[in-house]
């Protein structure tokens, strides 16, 4: 790795963070770029993960007055996606190389499509919210749907953060603003679970890793600060080409 590539992922992990505290899918900046650099897959994920873990945190931290009040709620929840994660992970380290690369374009693609409806998916969440008292009530279905999407972030997690506040959107009576608050928290725990369980038994490059957690740390704190006022269709349109991109290189390649 020269000094040139080291930088662009510092870069995109600086985006990734930035990116995830204010909407989610920041794996779709830093996944790719490791491809371009020629990282396997499965490296490249297991060190995304670790090294968005500290952005996800800085994240959270930065969201802490709207978190206020909800330690039950961090703690009920947690359990899911901490047990969604560890067996998303697990898996990424049971299957074969070939099943993650195999899988890995349709992913990504996933990915890709959850970016572009999130707006659409936003409004929707928000148009219910204005019709729907934030007695802080919760549907039955949000604790498994919670540990389903961290079985995914733990196996891979593109655009989780997206799936994640469309989740606890629908299934809980709160503010967005707190929900996304929320929202940082359950995917720390998630990449956090899958995150050690790759840090101990996995491949990882730790370069890699330790490149994207402090881009990642300085994006998640911007992305709480003034993510909100950044162009959100500019980000959106920044992760689409990239993801496209990199699912047509995949493919290619």
């Given amino acids: ?67 206020s009040g909800q330690r039950a709620r961090i703690l009920r929840f947690g359990v899911a996606a901490l047990i969604g994660g560890a067996v998303g992970g697990i898996l990424l380290l049971v299957l074969p190389p070939g099943a993650f690369e195999a899988i890995v374009p349709v992913l990504i693609g996933l990915g890709v499509v959850l970016v572009i409806t999130g707006p659409r998916i936003s409004r929707w969440v928000a148009k219910r919210h204005g019709e729907v008292p934030d007695d802080g009530s919760e549907r039955w279905w949000v604790w498994p749907a919670i540990a389903l999407l961290g079985v995914y972030g733990g196996y891979f997690g593109a655009a989780q953060g997206v799936l994640m506040i469309a989740i606890i959107g629908i299934g809980v009576a709160e503010s967005l603003q707190r929900l996304n608050g929320l929202k940082n928290v359950l995917v720390a725990i998630t990449n956090g679970i899958s995150g050690l369980l790759f840090a101990l038994v996995a491949d990882v490059d730790w370069t890699i890793a330790a490149l994207i957690a402090v881009g990642a740390t300085i994006g998640g704190l911007l992305g709480a600060r003034i993510g909100r006022r950044l162009p959100p269709n500019v980000l959106r349109g920044v992760i689409v080409v990239v993801g496209i991109t990199a699912l047509v290189a995949f493919l290619l390649g």
């Fill in 1 to 67: 790795m020269d000094l040139l590539q080291a930088a662009l992922i510092l870069l995109a992990g600086v985006g990734a963070g930035t990116i995830n505290a204010a909407v989610g899918s920041g794996t779709l900046i830093t996944f790719p770029t490791l491809l371009a650099f020629g990282v396997p897959p499965v490296v490249a994920n297991v060190s995304n993960t670790i090294g968005l873990v500290p952005g996800s945190l800085a994240g959270a931290w930065g969201y802490r007055r709207e978190l």
